[in-house]
């Protein structure tokens, strides 16, 4: 996986967004999509996990949506076995790396519409 990443305002507490994008190889679209719902239950049981959700994109993408309530169960997140699991199941599937892209509110308009 590929990480990009900004300046990091965000103290170890605070809840941290990701967004990770999934690009399927030729083909397999359709395999990588259910290799990802396959590996979902087990994110979701994990501490921290507010909000793990896929979204189809176009081009043969998949977005997957995460917030996480610390950047340090984030950082569990990504070495734990939930994270293993998923990289064995989509192992062949995508085309490249997988783009992962911390993100950092910037709070707007009212809180339950402007922050995730």
């Known amino acids: 996986m590929t990480d990009q990443t900004s300046p990091d305002t965000t103290s170890t507490s605070e809840a941290v967004v990701v967004v990770a994008v999934f690009t399927a190889a030729p083909g397999r679209l359709a395999d990588l999509r259910t290799a990802l719902v396959e590996a979902i239950p087990a994110v979701h049981a994990e501490e921290g996990c507010e909000l793990y959700a896929i979204h189809d994109a176009p081009q043969d993408q998949i977005y997957m949506l995460e917030k996480w ?18 990289q064995e199941l989509t192992h062949g599937l995508t085309a490249g790396d997988v783009q992962v892209i911390p993100m950092h509110p910037i709070p707007a308009g009212t809180p339950s519409q402007g922050l995730l």
């Open 69 to 86: 309530s610390s950047a340090d169960l984030l950082d569990a997140h990504s070495r734990g076995s939930a994270v293993a699991r998923l």
